[in-house]
């Protein structure tokens, strides 16, 4: 799997977006970028995925740059319920062979009245 | 839908004791897991099943024990407890062998 490197913390104020980065500058050609959350003391949380094109669904936006070194998932309207820790996952769509998901540390979100 | 089901949510445990922690998902997907998450780490993969009566090792299986006779549930199971178990311990489930996995609540453990 592709290593990702993500910032520490990030502070974003109720209301605006919210916009997490992260660099996967070894990614291969066959592997997507998965986002997740883990508020603290729950499970984590599948967010949204993508391959090389911008997606969209309900939760979030993910933008994937033309070289796909980098990504930004975005959170159009940050709520004080997405302070979280947020996972940034690199791998293949298929799981042959290695099922586990590998968090790293991911970025501390702190969403701030 | 109720998702993925973890109980209980809390337990302390003697060394030496032993318990089932259960999961059940009612979503009917074939894959299903155990992680264990350490204060301020990782997920770290200690058994998966890829359907029922199939079981395989993850990463840290020493110590654990599964079983998945139907699709929905998904035991697992310590003996004889140690210190190095107290952890929290998330069951999570995935339609396919893919990467979009859903996750419990947890169970919270303490071996003491």
């Known amino acids: 799997d592709a290593k990702t490197t993500q910032p520490t913390s990030m502070d974003c104020a109720e209301g605006r977006a919210a916009n997490l980065p992260c660099n996967h500058s070894?990614?291969?050609?066959?592997?997507?970028v998965y986002w997740y959350r883990q508020i603290h003391s729950q499970g984590p949380q599948y967010i949204i995925h993508?391959?090389?094109n911008n997606e969209t669904n309900e939760m979030a936006s993910l933008i994937i740059t033309e070289d796909r070194k980098s990504s930004t998932l975005i959170l159009p309207h940050a709520t004080l319920r997405d302070t979280a820790v947020y996972y940034c996952?690199?791998?293949?769509?298929?799981?042959?062979?290695?099922?586990?998901?590998?968090f790293g540390k991911g970025t501390k979100l702190s969403v701030i009245p | 839908n109720a998702g993925v089901t973890q109980t209980p949510k809390f337990r302390i445990l003697k060394i030496g004791q032993s318990m089932t922690l259960q999961c059940t998902q009612d979503?009917?997907?074939?894959?299903m897991y155990w992680y264990r998450q350490d204060p301020g780490m990782g997920l770290k993969l200690i058994y998966y099943?890829?359907?029922?009566?199939?079981?395989d090792k993850g990463e840290v299986p020493n110590g654990y024990n599964v079983s998945r006779s139907t699709t929905e549930d998904f035991p697992l199971r310590l003996e004889l407890a140690a210190p190095s178990q107290t952890s929290v311990y998330f069951c999570?489930?995935?339609?396919?062998?893919?990467?979009?996995?859903?996750f419990g609540a947890g169970t919270r453990l303490s071996v003491l």
């Open positions: 999570a489930s995935s339609p396919t062998s893919g990467n979009i996995q859903y």
């Open positions: 070894t990614i291969s050609g066959n592997e997507y």
């Open positions: 993508g391959l090389k």
């Open positions: 996952i690199v791998r293949a769509s298929s799981g042959a062979g290695s099922y586990q998901l590998t």
């Open positions: 979503m009917n997907h074939n894959y």
């Open positions: 099943s890829v359907g029922a009566g199939i079981t």
